[in-house]
T-cell receptor, first 111, second 112 residues
Framework: GESVGLHLPTLSVQEGDNSIINCAYS??????FIWYKQESGKGPQFIIDIRSNMDKRQGQRVTVLLNKTVKHLSLQIAATQPGDSAVYFCAETPAGGKLIFGQGTELSVKP | DGGITQSPKYLFRKEGQNVTLSCEQNLNHDAMYWYRQDPGQGLRLIYY???????QKGDIAEGYSVSREKKESFPLTVTSAQKNPTAFYLC???????????FGSGTRLTVV
């Protein structure tokens, strides 16, 4: 079946540095993508989304980039803070379908 | 404030018992979902419902049952047929399938 996968299961960054979390998706028909943040023992929280008619979208300290040619999604976090430590999931929606979640990347921010 | 509420936060089940996890939302969302999350793993879809009185099996429905009698509520029953029920259970809702999901805070179920 279709799947969403992440290149790196863990990422460790220094406080203040920028973080980049990557995600590969396999369904070329997917037209909506979301990044979620999940802190330990809590439910995932929406961070940012992007539709397939865009290749970049910016939020507060976060940017999502979509490269449809290579089916790649990335989340950039500027000036990473200790509160950014969490597991980050990407998710895709094939047209008319349900969200498909990736395995997740654990981001660890060192003070 | 609008949101999605799961209860209880922690639940213990004895072998052979059925237990029901509650999920309530006041977001006026039509679609609701149940996911299972094991340690260090992603989310696996158990059941979903797009409208009241209708629901469909997800990828790992065996040993689980749901009902959707009200728009606001989507309870999940973990039956004795589920052989490995210990996990973190997440409920979510969305306006429709093409929108982002809002998640509850989860229920951690442990078999004792």
């Amino acid at each position: 079946g279709e799947s969403v996968g992440l290149h790196l299961p863990t990422l460790s960054v220094q406080e203040g540095d920028n973080s980049i979390i990557n995600c590969a998706y396999s369904n070329s028909a997917s037209d909506y993508f979301i990044w979620y943040k999940q802190e330990s023992g809590k439910g995932p929280q929406f961070i940012i989304d992007i539709r397939s008619n865009m290749d970049k979208r910016q939020g507060q300290r976060v940017t999502v980039l979509l490269n449809k040619t290579v089916k790649h999604l990335s989340l950039q976090i500027a000036a990473t803070q200790p509160g950014d430590s969490a597991v980050y999931f990407c998710a895709e929606t094939p047209a008319g379908g349900k969200l498909i979640f990736g395995q997740g990347t654990e981001l660890s921010v060192k003070p | 404030d609008g949101g999605i509420t799961q209860s209880p936060k922690y639940l213990f089940r004895k072998e052979g018992q059925n237990v029901t996890l509650s999920c309530e939302q006041n977001l006026n969302h039509d679609a609701m979902y149940w996911y299972r999350q094991d340690p260090g793993q992603g989310l696996r879809l158990i059941y979903y419902s797009q409208i009241v009185n209708d629901f469909q099996k997800g990828d790992i429905a065996e040993g689980y049952s749901v009902s959707r009698e009200k728009k606001e509520s989507f309870p999940l029953t973990v039956t004795s047929a589920q052989k490995n029920p210990t996990a973190f259970y997440l409920c979510a809702s969305s306006i429709d399938r093409q929108s982002g999901y809002t998640f509850g805070s989860g229920t951690r179920l442990t078999v004792v």
